[in-house]
């Protein structure tokens, strides 16, 4: 390579430099506004106008409240309560539905909530089309939520332990009730709950 070609390329590459630096300057020397890029992230946007969906408002269930040891929780209304003793309370509808409350002292022992799943399983196994679910929060403590599936109902269970009782809310329904349905149902159920915590 000659010396003239050396030069040439090194001017070629100051040109290409001072081209990229984002600005035309002017015959005094300062940047032409005009054409510096700007950056999006540097404009400040207005957030006012974005509108969130309104969150869905709970109605809790106004049908016969079931008892068991101080723990309560209302069924919808116009069910009936079908069963009551000093551990399971019971309630069902008319097209096959049923709600159960099982509540039974731990005699001071506290559990965990893996423990409080699994305390009504027999031998601590899982019941046969156990599908594990996100917890959810009942009394403003976080509960387990698990489902089960046969050929003819679904079952949600949700429980947890509390002021000393392993609890558990189980909502049965036929498979021809839509999932939504069957969720709004225990949703409205689970915001009844009451426990010897909550009326203290």
Known sequence: MTRHASVAGAVLVLLLTGCSGGGTDSADGSTDPSTTPTSSASTPTDDSSATSEPTPTIEPATGPQLDVEGVKVNAPASWKQSYDTIVVDMAENDESGSLMLSVAGTGGDQL?????EK??????QKPEGYEPQDT??????TAYHYLLRDRHQVTHAVGLWDAGYVVKVELSMPKRVSEDEVLAVLDSVVATYESPRTAG
């Open 136 to 141: 959810t929060v009942m009394g403003g403590l």
């Open 119 to 124: 305390y009504f399983w027999t031998r601590s």
């Open 112 to 116: 965990s909530l893996e423990q409080a």
